[in-house]
């Protein structure tokens, strides 16, 4: 099983990479950093970590193919390739609705965006031109071949993964969800001979006091909930509309109302959270549906600094 761990770029940027530094100590492979307008550039933020850090993986988790044309994200990672000395992973995903409605972008077609997307991606850091006539000149990947994930989550886009990318990164935290990934993206990847990554991008939240742990986990299960199709909330038995409810609630600013309704049920649909060895078997439990890569999304765990270390404590046991 690989580890990795995500950052929400919307803290002082020296401390991240302070993190950063002590997830990599402690055995993390990758750190994803998210991508949306309202938060700190992603960009900036992996140049700081690629240039103060000597062996963990880090890349966009995930960018989207709206706000950034193809050639600039391109440029942009082999620029994180360079800097890291070949440690760049690309993540790119569809995006979400919220931020395109924000920024007047039309949200059309993704997986054909996202298909046109990773080609001309992949085309320029090859030292190839696009179509419409695109090429690099200074940014030079130093990796053969940048790994790219797909951050995805409906059928189309899971199957779209398993076919195009090395690797997808699925919003998820119950093996429920890799069961019902997995024929997807395998279908996707077809008689293909190519390593894949299945990344399970889970909401965590570890701690040395469990209910503490699960309480620092709700907000984020509560987003998740919202931005989660219907047949995923049909998937763990919660309430039809429950992901309608939770958006309400977001949507006012009323995030007490949100945290109250997300339920044990909710909770373990939407995210690991307890004691390290409560953390075990759940990832045990996705690695028996295919997952390889464990990802510790937000919140990480009340005291972020303390969970990384205990996380620390759970890779060395795998
Ligand atoms: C678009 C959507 O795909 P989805 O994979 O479910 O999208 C949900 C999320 O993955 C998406 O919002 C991500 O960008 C969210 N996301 C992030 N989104 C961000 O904006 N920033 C982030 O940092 C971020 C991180 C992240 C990490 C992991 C992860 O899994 C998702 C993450 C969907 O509805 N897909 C359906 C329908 C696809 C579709 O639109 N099909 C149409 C059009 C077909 C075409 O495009 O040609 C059709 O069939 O007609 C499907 O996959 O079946």
């Keep these: 099983m690989k580890f990795g761990i995500e950052f929400v ?69 082999a620029t994180i390739d360079e800097i890291s000395n070949g440690r760049a992973t690309f993540g790119i995903g569809p995006g979400d609705k919220a931020t395109f409605d924000a920024l007047g972008i039309a949200w059309e077609k993704p997986v054909s965006t996202i298909k046109a997307a990773i080609a001309d991606i992949t085309t320029l850091l090859d030292g190839g031109k696009t179509e419409a006539g695109a090429a690099l000149g200074g940014a030079k990947k130093v990796q053969d071949a940048i790994p790219i994930y797909m951050g995805a989550q409906g059928p189309k886009m899971l199957e779209t993964a398993g076919e195009i990318a ?8 119950n093996p429920k969800d890799y069961e019902a990934a997995m024929p997807m993206i395998k279908k996707g990847i077809g008689d293909q001979d190519k390593d894949f990554d ?47 409810q939770m958006g309400e609630f977001l949507a006012q600013g009323n995030f007490g109302g949100a945290i109250g309704a997300v339920t044990p049920e909710a909770l373990d649909a939407f995210s690991v959270c307890g004691t390290p060895d409560e953390f075990i078997p759940k990832i045990e439990a996705l690695a028996d549906m295919g997952v390889t890569q464990y990802v510790a999304g937000s919140p990480v765990g009340k005291n972020v600094e303390e969970s990384i270390k205990l996380l620390g404590d759970v890779i060395a046991s795998f």
């Design 9 to 77: 770029p919307q803290i002082p940027l020296d401390e991240l990479v302070r993190l950063v530094k002590i997830a990599e100590d402690v055995g993390f492979e990758y750190a994803w950093i998210t991508d949306h307008y309202n938060n700190k550039n992603v960009y900036e933020t992996l140049a700081l970590i690629a240039a103060n850090t000597e062996t963990i993986k880090m890349g966009p988790g995930v960018t989207n193919p709206y706000v950034r044309s193809p050639a600039i994200s391109a440029s942009a990672i």
């Design 166 to 173: 090395d690797g997808v990164l699925i919003n998820a935290s």
């Design 198 to 244: 299945v990344a399970a991008y889970t909401a965590t939240s570890i701690g040395t006091d469990s209910e503490a742990a699960k309480n620092a986990a709700k907000i984020v299960v509560a987003f998740i909930a919202a931005g989660s199709p219907p047949p995923v909330i049909a998937r763990h038995g919660l309430p039809e509309g429950f992901n309608e």
